[in-house]
């Protein structure tokens, strides 16, 4: 059976690893934002306009409506120039996105936020804050997904962020019990994850931290299906 799958944040980390796994499954049809001016393959949004009218920017390219949307939109303070900045992509953008594929149909939205989203700081608390956006649009299914600091090579050069990913490597190992959820982890084990989750039946908020994507990520690699627990 055919699924039509949205992702946005197709040029990212972890988005160009979901791309990549989805366009080499002939039962994907998927469909890829990118932002304008990005060089990357996909369908070239003014993301400014999608928050003005979701549907009817989204239509166009999805006539046939959409089973499954996934977000791995995100950006840095650093990147993005202010808080404002990143807030309007990594809230305003992911929740048009949202929006959009719930008016096309969807189902499930697969959300990537961070671990400890919600929590102290304006990062988390922006993080949080599109979780519980996203949780009243009447999806039948939400999943969080929620990884530790991503391991993997960027397009973009961030020094600190290579000196941290060796950092965080290293220290992973000695975090033990409550935080190994904020060790590394792989962003290959992240997109695995992601794609395991894609038709889930199963309704209701499910949240996914390392260890759940860890486990997600070998039953993907041995062909057999797995499940992370209920959100709160």
Not at 83 to 92: E, G, K, S, W
Not at 133 to 149: C, K, N, S, T, Y
Not at 155 to 160: D, L
Request: net charge positive.
């Amino acid at each position: 059976m055919t699924q039509r799958v949205l992702l946005a944040g197709s040029t990212g980390l972890v988005g160009s690893l979901v791309r990549a796994r989805l366009t080499a499954r002939p039962e994907i049809d998927l469909v890829s934002l990118v932002r304008r001016g990005a060089t990357a393959s996909g369908h070239q949004v003014d993301f400014e306009q999608l928050c003005e009218a979701p549907e009817a920017v989204l239509k166009p390219i999805a006539p046939d409506g959409i089973d499954v949307a996934i977000s791995c939109l995100g950006t840095t303070i650093r990147t993005a120039g202010s808080q404002p900045a990143m807030f309007r992509v990594d809230h305003d953008y992911v929740l048009a996105v949202a929006r959009a594929a719930r008016a096309l149909g969807a189902r499930q939205f697969i959300l990537v936020t961070a671990v400890g989203a919600g929590g102290p700081g304006f990062y988390l608390q922006t993080k949080g804050a599109i979780e519980r956006a996203v949780a009243v649009l009447g999806f039948a299914r939400v999943d969080l997904i929620r990884p530790g600091f991503l391991l993997g090579g960027r397009t973009e050069r961030r020094v600190w962020e290579a000196i941290g990913q060796r950092v965080f490597a290293a220290l992973t190992p000695l975090m033990l019990g409550p935080l190994s959820r904020y060790g590394a982890i792989p962003a290959e084990t992240v997109a695995d994850a992601i794609v395991t989750l894609i038709g889930d039946a199963a309704p209701g908020r499910h949240l996914y931290e390392n260890a759940e994507m860890h486990r997600l990520s070998q039953a993907t690699r041995a062909g057999a299906g797995s499940t992370g627990h209920a959100a709160p």
